[in-house]
């Protein structure tokens, strides 16, 4: 079980990283999803991955529990995600609808310029 939600959180970093070197707009925000997804994972994870282990404590019985803090924090960056989604795609959209693209054109003369001035 460890190792297949290891190996799931490795796969989604692995893809949010390499979404997020993409030069458009919907990738990287696919990305940073994906990167918001594995975080999730990871931190689900550390409250022990237990089988119908209850989140709360039994004072009249010796049962094995889950962590409920873990999945509090899931919640709550679960939500921040989702606004910070939010976030991004309004500013993208703002970029698009400025530029009418959302491709980013470096070329090495650029970078060696300045910030994309004309000579």
Do not use: C, W
Not at 6 to 11: I, T
Not at 45 to 58: I, Q
Not at 80 to 102: E, H, N, R
Request: no cysteine; hydrophobic share 55%; charged share 15%.
């Amino acid at each position: 079980m460890e190792a297949l939600v290891a190996s799931a959180v490795g796969v989604l970093t692995a893809a949010g990283i390499f979404l997020i070197l993409r030069r458009r707009t919907f990738p990287v925000i696919l990305g940073l999803s994906l990167l918001t997804y594995a975080v999730n994972v990871f931190l689900f994870a550390t409250g022990r991955l237990a089988v119908n282990a209850p989140a709360v404590l039994n004072k009249y019985e010796d049962v094995p529990y889950t962590d409920p803090l873990p999945q509090a924090l899931v919640l709550t960056a679960i939500v921040i995600s989702f606004g910070m989604t939010a976030v991004i795609v309004m500013i993208a959209l703002g970029a698009y609808l400025s530029s009418k693209d959302d491709h980013i054109d470096m070329n090495a003369q650029d970078s060696v310029d300045g910030a994309g001035e004309d000579a």
